[in-house]
C-alpha cells in the first residue's frame, strides 16, 4: 500500500509540472504576442506621425514657395493665334468694297480711285501696300492684307508678283489707292490656286502705303 500510495504521490507531481510548464509556455506566447502587437502599433503610429510631419513641412514649403513665385501667364501652344504688330507702324486702311467689272477684262484696267501724292512708283522702287483681291467673274475674295494688318512690299521689276501687278503698280503714288482689272494671262494663266480657278481674271483694289525710290 505505501508502494502505491508513492507512485500516485509521484505521479500527481508529474502531472501537475506538466500543467504548469504548458500554462507558463502559454503565458510565455501570449507576452510575446503582446510584445509584437505593441511594437507593431507603435512602429505604424511612427510611420503615421512621420508622414504627417513630412507633409506638414512639405504643404509649408509649397505654400511659401506659391507666396514667392510671381504670377506666369501661359501663352497659347498655337501661336498662330497670337495678334503680332506688323513691322510697319502705320495705321491700317479700312478695307474697301471691290466693285467687280461689268465685262471680263481681256487686257489689264488700271483705274484710280484716289490719286495720292508725290512722284509715281517705277521699276525698281518699293511700293509698300493693303489690297484686297477677288475673282472679276463673281467677287469672291480670296486674299487681303487689311485683316491681317500686315502691308505687303513689293518690288517693281523684280519678277516677285504677278505680272499684272508689275504693270499695274507703274506710276502708283503714296497714299493713292488703286483698282486693276487683270485678265487670266496677266494673273495665274490655267493653274488652279484652289479659289482662284483655272482661266479667272481677278479684281484687286490696292491701298499704297509708301514708295521708296531705288537705293532709297
Do not use: C
Not at 512621420?50 to 514657395?65: K, L, N, P, T
Not at 486702311?93 to 501724292?117: N, S, Y
Not at 491681317?148 to 517693281?156: F, G
Not at 484652289?194 to 509708301?210: C, H, N
Amino acid at each position: 500500500m505505501g508502494t502505491q500510495k508513492r507512485e500516485r504521490q509521484k505521479a500527481n507531481r508529474q502531472q501537475r509540472l506538466i500543467e504548469e510548464a504548458r500554462a507558463e509556455r502559454a503565458s510565455t506566447v501570449k507576452r510575446t504576442v503582446l510584445r509584437w502587437g505593441i511594437g507593431a502599433v507603435l512602429a505604424l503610429g511612427a510611420i503615421v506621425l512621420i508622414a504627417w510631419i513630412g507633409g506638414a513641412f512639405s504643404g509649408d514649403e509649397e505654400s511659401v514657395a506659391t507666396e514667392l513665385a510671381p504670377e506666369v501667364s501661359v501663352l497659347p501652344s498655337d501661336v498662330s493665334v497670337l495678334v503680332t504688330t506688323p513691322v510697319n507702324t502705320a495705321p491700317t486702311p479700312p478695307k474697301p468694297e471691290v466693285v467687280i467689272p461689268a465685262v471680263l477684262p481681256t487686257e489689264l484696267v488700271i483705274t484710280d480711285l484716289v490719286e495720292g501724292t508725290g512722284a509715281g512708283a517705277q521699276n525698281g522702287d518699293t511700293v509698300v501696300v493693303h489690297y484686297v483681291g477677288v475673282r472679276s467673274e463673281d467677287g469672291v475674295e480670296f486674299d487681303n492684307s487689311y485683316d491681317r494688318r500686315d502691308p505687303y512690299p513689293v518690288l517693281l521689276g523684280s519678277g516677285g508678283v504677278i505680272k499684272g501687278w508689275e504693270q499695274g503698280l507703274v506710276g502708283v503714288k503714296a497714299g493713292g489707292q488703286r483698282q486693276l482689272d487683270i485678265p487670266s494671262e496677266l494673273a495665274y494663266g490655267d493653274a488652279d490656286r484652289g479659289t482662284i480657278r483655272p482661266g479667272d481674271a481677278l479684281t484687286f483694289v490696292i491701298d499704297v502705303v509708301s514708295v521708296t525710290p531705288a537705293g532709297g
